[in-house]
């Protein structure tokens, strides 16, 4: 399974929304500009993103978009199904060799976990090894 520009640049769409969680409203533009991104093709993206109820725009000078739910309460699973359809790597045939089938199971499964149990909210917040301090311990 390969996810498209869609999917990569909604996480990101959605991303920029919980780091201003509770701020009021952020337009495309400020998010299509600080990721060097085009704003036209994120405007393509926020449209099924505010069908799914996921955000909610805000019109007017200071408009733009908000998230509808709490950071923590949206997963990645979420934006991926909106933007990209359904999780699987391959289409499983019944007629397929069940060894076969039951890997394309497992691996179907397994990205599921990953992506439901992954919320905006780490996304956003998300420090990684590179920004944690090492501690050398000396006997």
């Not at 498209?4 to 509770?22: E, P, V």
Request: charged residues 30%; glycine residues 8%.
């Amino acid at each position: 399974m390969k996810i498209s520009t869609k999917g990569r640049y909604g996480l990101t769409i959605m991303m920029a929304l919980a780091r201003k969680h509770g701020e009021g409203p952020t337009s495309l533009k400020s998010i299509a500009q600080e990721h060097n991104l085009s704003e036209h093709y994120l405007e393509q993206l926020i449209a099924p993103l505010r069908n799914a109820s996921l955000v909610k725009s805000v019109r007017g000078a200071y408009g733009g978009y908000m998230l509808a739910k709490e950071p923590g309460e949206i997963t990645a699973g979420d934006v991926i199904r909106v933007l990209e359809g359904p999780i699987t790597p391959v289409e499983i045939i019944d007629d397929e060799e069940p060894a076969k089938r039951d890997l394309w199971i497992k691996i179907r499964d397994a990205v599921k976990e990953v992506l439901d149990s992954t919320t905006i909210d780490d996304l956003a917040n998300y420090e990684g090894e590179e920004n944690q301090e090492y501690y050398m311990f000396y006997i």
